[in-house]
């Protein structure tokens, strides 16, 4: 965390919002993931391999999607939520649970894994230090860019096949229907549809009637 920081203050883009945001998606996403070889391997790709823009830019540029603490600065705030819910969605599964219904802490890597690299590429690459979320929205092509960089990083530390396959389509395909190239005839796995509910439900901007009603009825 502390070389993701540093980074950020070089380029002058470390605050205390930030700073917070850092600590809570570390706190309740990133020690979270269990395996020995997934959360190095997990950390490796936050400091080396993410974009330094999806640790600042908000979650939405358009301000059709996500409520509004989402889509201020740090918005990774978003994947931070969207990590507090997975073990509420793993649990309507029988094969991710054990017999009195708690979440096996392999499958809640998987999806952990991917629901936080989902949105790294968001803002694209990041290279460009003049580059903003455009009026269009976030890159349509961002899970692909994801996945492609996890499967790299995932090899170098000799992550399971059958783990760095489920990471890399749940990455991939965390928009459902709404990645470039899906198709009716693409069969999603349970891990990807888990990756996907979360994402579809923590973006939802009727989050702020749910959470600050008193801001927005009368």
Not at 2 to 16: C, W, Y
């Amino acid at each position: 965390m502390q070389e993701i920081a540093e980074t950020l203050r070089a380029k002058s883009v470390f605050d205390g919002t930030v700073e917070r945001e850092l600590a809570a998606l570390w706190e309740y996403g990133v020690l979270r993931v269990s395996d020995s070889r997934l959360k190095p391997a997990l950390i490796y790709f936050l400091q080396a391999e993410a974009p330094w823009t999806f640790f600042v830019y908000g979650a939405s540029a358009t301000g059709k999607n996500h409520p509004y603490w989402q889509r201020e600065r740090a918005g990774m705030r978003n994947t931070t939520e969207c990590c507090l819910v997975i073990d509420r969605q793993l649990r309507a599964y029988p094969e991710f649970t054990d017999e009195k219904f708690n979440v096996l802490s392999g499958h809640r890597d998987i999806v952990l894994i991917a629901t936080i690299l989902s949105d790294t590429f968001k803002a694209g690459s990041g290279e460009d230090d003049e580059g903003q979320l455009s009026s269009q929205g976030s890159d349509p092509k961002q899970g692909a860019v994801a996945a492609q960089r996890w499967n790299n990083v995932a090899r170098h530390f000799q992550i399971e096949s059958h783990v760095r396959d489920s990471n890399y389509e749940a990455i991939y395909w965390h928009l459902g229907r709404f990645t470039p190239g899906w198709n009716r005839d693409i069969r999603l796995s349970a891990y990807t549809e888990v990756t996907h509910r979360i994402d579809m439900f923590m973006s939802d901007k009727n989050l702020e009637i749910l959470f600050d009603p008193k801001k927005l009825i009368s």
